[in-house]
């Protein structure tokens, strides 16, 4: 495992398919665009498998739900997945309001998300 | 899965929700004003994060509801932050918060210039693709809240105002994002 960070977000690359992304307190508007650069890098580098840890994430807004979709959009066609761990409270209420457990699955560490994708 | 956005209808055009909570016996518990745009949505997030230490307003709502609302007025102040025009003029931006009985009314004053804020939601509602990466902001304000009103007051400023409750006549609040074609 390797882990490096970028401005607001930690990377733990757990296997050749799989990367953790540390969220932070925030996925939003102000570093949203950061967030998808550092995906769309991941994805070039061969990665298929996110592990979304929101365990210190006091706030996710639109913008930044909306970099989740986007990454989705390009690792899905290829088989990959996108999944939430740890999820905070403020961030379970944006889940509930746009309902997006029904594309990404929770759990409730990110060693139960990694096992998973394993 | 759902083709199109479907929002619940909670938009209305009459200011008259203003003058109902004016007649209520309740008071104003916070009054904040703001001036400085680039600290604004940090400075509000820092007065959540006290309300929420301090449990403000747990007699009036609960912990959910009031993330609810912290994610609100977190969507307007991006929309104010991003697309707001000032006119060159200093900005300035008050929050008030009037507690109710198991909800809140929220106003957010401004002096930018007005927008149609009913043709903007239309407009993006119409507009939702399925798994956006835009255009959410402000249909996600509109699904948090009740009796959304934005208008001009004062002439050359604008208020948004809404309620926010633990209760909903609608049910569970919810904004129907697309999730496939």
Redesign the interface.
């Known amino acids: 495992m390797q882990a490096t960070s970028a401005m607001s977000f930690s990377i733990d690359h757990h296997s050749k398919v799989t990367v953790v992304i540390q969220v932070g307190k925030a996925l ?3 570093n949203a665009a950061e967030f998808k650069t550092l995906c769309q890098d991941e994805v070039q580098a061969g990665r298929r498998n996110f592990v979304l840890d929101f365990s210190e994430t ?2 996710l ?3 930044g ?3 989740i ?2 990454l ?2 390009q690792v899905s066609p290829m088989g990959g997945q996108v999944v939430f761990a740890a999820v905070s ?2 961030v379970q ?2 889940v ?5 457990y ?2 990404f699955r929770q759990y409730p560490t990110v060693l139960d998300a990694r096992n998973a994708l394993s | 899965m759902e083709a199109r956005a479907f929002i619940q209808p909670r938009v209305t055009l009459r200011p008259a929700r203003q003058e109902q909570v004016a007649a209520q016996p309740c008071r104003i518990a916070d009054l904040t004003s703001f001036r400085n745009l680039s600290t604004l949505m940090d400075d509000v997030h820092a007065l959540f994060d006290q309300w929420e230490q301090e449990e403000r307003y747990a007699d009036s709502i609960t912990l959910d509801t009031l993330m609810r609302l912290r994610l609100s007025l977190h969507e307007w102040i991006a929309n104010l932050v991003q697309h707001a025009n000032f006119s060159g003029q200093a900005p300035e931006v008050t929050l008030s918060i009037t507690p109710g009985e198991q909800k809140l009314h929220c106003s957010v004053q401004d002096n930018a210039a007005f927008f149609d804020m009913i043709g903007e939601l239309d407009t993006r509602q119409d507009a939702l693709t399925p798994m956006p990466d835009r255009g959410m902001g402000l249909l996600m304000l509109q699904a948090c809240t009740d009796h959304l009103v934005y208008c001009p007051i004062d002439g050359d400023r604008n208020q948004l105002s809404f309620t926010i409750s633990d209760s909903d006549d609608a049910g569970d609040p919810w904004l129907n994002i697309p999730f496939s074609s």
Do not use: E
């Open positions: 939003d508007f102000r006091g706030i807004d639109s913008t739900l909306g970099s979709f986007s989705y959009r409270r403020p209420v944006v509930q309001l746009t309902r997006t029904k594309v």
